[in-house]
């Protein structure tokens, strides 16, 4: 249970000096609290045995130090926990990102979306509700023994017991015993999540085929199994804390039987183990929220130690000079167990050249480019960019040089000017307004109120489906890469619309290497040379 916990704290270490700093004000907190306490217990007491009552100069300062000190120790532990969370989701989407330059593949959207909000969510309590309260229990065992040890050595073992039960053993057995619920209340919010999120982004075809009811009560079900793990592990975090309780009860009842007739000594000791048993209360209840920490440490980390598909040359080669792409007796299968989509397959597309590249749905179009984006590799065989192999070669200076337009290219829930920076973040509002001028959607643009700074809508949902196109071509566009595949770009656009995006595309990929990979012509398009991809192999039918 603990591997996975300690590897995240692993990825907080450059929120070591803030994660310090919030376990020193944290312990001095403690500190000024317990001797608030303690102190308190000894002016009650002395003004019991003197008749009358002084508030000396020490309580007024342990107050006021105790004020500033737990809005301070807020203050900074929230801020280095905020801080080591906002670091474990970069350190997530980068390794996702990572192993998942082709897309998510086989993995669905609502389980990525849960373990990078809902699993990390979960970690929040690792260090605020275990890790501080932990040190503050290893300060305040051998403080609480010493101070009652020195009147009452039997009552300081017998504190020291219950004490080490509520802040050490009570949590290790309720984490284990809640560990199984822990991995069931995980996975049961991620299947929330996922049930959810298939329904709203599939919401036409709900409607469409009137299956409401269905899918809300595929929804209500997996929110029922969910509340059903939540409600038990509500039942352990209630008994752990029910059991920490108890012993902070026999510690001050230990204490008072001691002092007898000796009411002083009584408050005291009463005040100070209330103070201690105070400060790792929730301890035990930490203990129960462990097993869930544990199983979210495991869904995060299993999600991002996901093999890298292609990895980087541990030595790259040289920058290449040239622009011309090469498939060389390629042979490609998506696992071993499916049939092969290439097999020896071989394509030269000279540099400045303008190609198509038709076929069948299932012929393995996309295959091919993403054999040169390096998204996949061959099994056997070499891709080849300016003469330079790509295996010897990073991602980044590969896709660098390779510019691509999909079917269903995404446009992000974000302004305009963000939309189209993603090509090329150092661009400026000329270079930004040339592209949309050449994707012919400059105009749609100027005429909007913030023009460049227009919310785009989540997935371009202000704009029409071909006006859409049009502002992924320019981000296409936008991207200095000089060369260009367009993956059945015009797919879902009607007749018009589809010839005024390729004759628009005529005029603004000049000087560029255009792949162009479709099902069919329409005849406007200015190309060099025409293959067909049929049974794994490319043959040219035009030249």
């Not at 192993?99 to 809902?118: E, H, I, K, P």
């Not at 020195?150 to 509520?166: K, N, S």
Request: glycine share 12%; with cysteine.
């Amino acid at each position: 249970m603990t591997e996975p916990l300690l590897r995240i704290m692993g990825l907080w270490g450059r929120q070591s000096g803030w994660l310090l700093a919030g376990l020193a004000v944290s312990l001095a907190a403690l500190v000024a609290g317990v001797g608030l306490l303690a102190t308190s217990g000894f002016s009650i007491g002395a003004a019991i045995l003197a008749g009358g009552i002084a508030v000396p100069a020490v309580l007024r300062a342990l107050g006021g130090a105790r004020v500033v000190l737990r809005y301070s120790e807020r203050l900074v532990t929230h801020g280095a926990t905020f801080r080591a969370l906002a670091d474990t989701r970069v350190w997530f989407f980068r390794r996702l990102a990572r192993s998942s330059a082709g897309g998510l593949g086989f993995r669905q959207a609502g389980d990525v979306l849960a373990r990078l909000v809902g699993d990390v969510e979960a970690l929040d309590g690792l260090y605020l509700r275990i890790l501080l309260p932990l040190a503050a229990a290893v300060l305040l065992l051998p403080v609480l023994v010493l101070l009652i040890g020195h009147r009452a050595p039997g009552v300081a073992a017998e504190v020291g017991v219950l004490f080490a039960a509520a802040a050490f053993v009570l949590p290790w057995l309720a984490a284990r015993a809640s560990g199984r619920a822990g991995a069931g209340l995980a996975v049961e919010a991620g299947a929330l999540r996922i049930a959810a999120l298939d329904a709203l982004t599939g919401l036409r075809e709900v409607r469409a085929f009137a299956a409401e009811g269905r899918m809300l009560a595929s929804v209500q079900a997996r929110e029922a199994a969910l509340l059903s793990a939540q409600r038990g592990m509500a039942g352990r975090t209630a008994l752990a804390g029910a059991a920490s309780f108890l012993c902070a009860q026999l510690a001050v009842l230990a204490v008072l039987i001691e002092a007898g007739a000796n009411p002083a000594a009584a408050i005291v000791g009463a005040f100070l183990v209330l103070a201690a048993f105070e400060a790792v209360g929730g301890l035990t209840r930490a203990g129960a929220l462990a097993g869930h920490a544990s199983a979210a440490a495991g869904r995060v980390l299993e999600a991002a130690d996901a093999p890298v598909v292609v990895p980087d040359p541990a030595d790259p080669a040289a920058v290449p000079a040239g622009t011309a792409l090469r498939f060389e007796a390629v042979e490609f299968r998506w696992q071993s167990d499916r049939p092969a989509v290439f097999e020896a397959l071989t394509l030269e597309v000279p540099q400045g050249a303008r190609v198509a590249l038709l076929g069948p749905s299932g012929a393995g179009k996309s295959t091919l480019a993403a054999l040169a984006l390096k998204v996949v590799a061959p099994r056997s065989g070499q891709i080849r960019l300016g003469g330079v192999d790509i295996a010897t070669l990073p991602a980044g200076l590969v896709r660098a040089r390779i510019g691509w337009l999909g079917q269903a290219t995404h446009l992000f829930d974000d302004s305009i000017r963000a939309n189209l920076l993603l090509a090329r973040p150092d661009a400026d509002d000329a270079a930004l307004w040339a592209a949309l001028d050449a994707a012919r959607i400059g105009d749609v643009v100027r005429a909007l109120p913030d023009r460049l700074d227009a919310w785009a809508g989540e997935g371009g949902t202000r704009f029409s489906g071909g006006q859409g196109r049009r502002l992924a071509l320019a981000r296409a566009l936008l991207s200095p890469a000089p060369i260009l595949i367009l993956d059945e770009p015009c797919a879902g656009l009607d007749a018009e619309t589809e010839r005024a995006f390729l004759q628009t595309l005529n005029e603004t990929a000049a000087g560029r290497t255009v792949v162009l990979i479709t099902h069919r012509l329409t005849g406007v398009e200015r190309l060099d040379r025409i293959f067909r991809l049929s049974g794994g192999k490319v043959v040219a039918a035009a030249a």
